[in-house]
């Protein structure tokens, strides 16, 4: 190998190795995604991310048991980003439910944030490393959804929720609103 290829392979990798290094980001400091989910009162919340490791867990399965260890490598491999993701505090999403609800059809959602500045910080660390009765008004099921974007402490922050009810946005919403009217007056 030549001189100047042996520069340009080192000029191409130390940008990688210093990209590896610790970033010092964890899932729960303060502007990681985790604490930026709402903490809703009467509701019970649980984090999404037994589902997710779940759903991953199934695929994964029925792909080794139908002899395709390509894409069960693959599975492997995206669970393993996810979760360096929500260990690094760049992603977090976490299913609600009303706590008291009596109704058929309860108030539920689910909301996600994504820390993009987290996102970009951590995507080489972890592609390389990984890791009673009621009237008929209450049984109708309303759905709602909403997306946006706001900056925290310097930080672009992306958010998604939905719900069963509009009442379930609207607090998702309120407090969104609140992180990107806290983040404006400091």
């Known amino acids: 190998m030549s001189l100047s290829r042996a520069v340009a392979l080192l000029a191409l990798l130390l ?25 809703l009162a009467d509701y019970t919340a649980s984090d999404i991310d037994t589902t997710v490791d ?3 867990a199934a695929v994964g ?17 995206a669970e393993q980003i ?9 992603l977090a999403a976490r299913w609600y439910q009303q706590s008291e609800s009596t109704l ?11 820390n993009q500045s987290r996102v970009n910080q951590e995507l080489v660390n972890c592609a390389l ?3 009673e009765s009621a009237s008929a008004q209450t049984f109708a099921i309303e759905p709602c959804a909403s997306a946006g974007s ?19 946005c609207d607090v998702f919403q309120l407090h969104f609103d609140n992180l990107a009217a806290a983040s404006a007056d400091e």
């Open 61 to 77: 399965g029925a792909a080794l048991m139908g002899g395709q260890l390509g894409l069960t490598a693959v599975v492997a491999k």
């Open 15 to 39: 940008p990688l190795l210093t990209a590896c290094g610790d970033t010092g980001n964890e899932a729960d400091d303060a502007k990681s995604a985790q604490r930026l989910l709402p903490n």
């Open 104 to 114: 058929t059809a309860p108030k539920v959602g689910a909301a996600l944030v994504i």
């Open 150 to 168: 706001l900056t925290y402490e310097g930080d672009g922050i992306s958010y998604l929720y939905a719900g069963s009810h509009p009442d379930v």
């Open 82 to 90: 996810l979760q360096c993701f929500q260990d690094r505090g760049a």
């Open 54 to 56: 779940g759903a991953f």
């Open 129 to 131: 490393g990984g890791q």
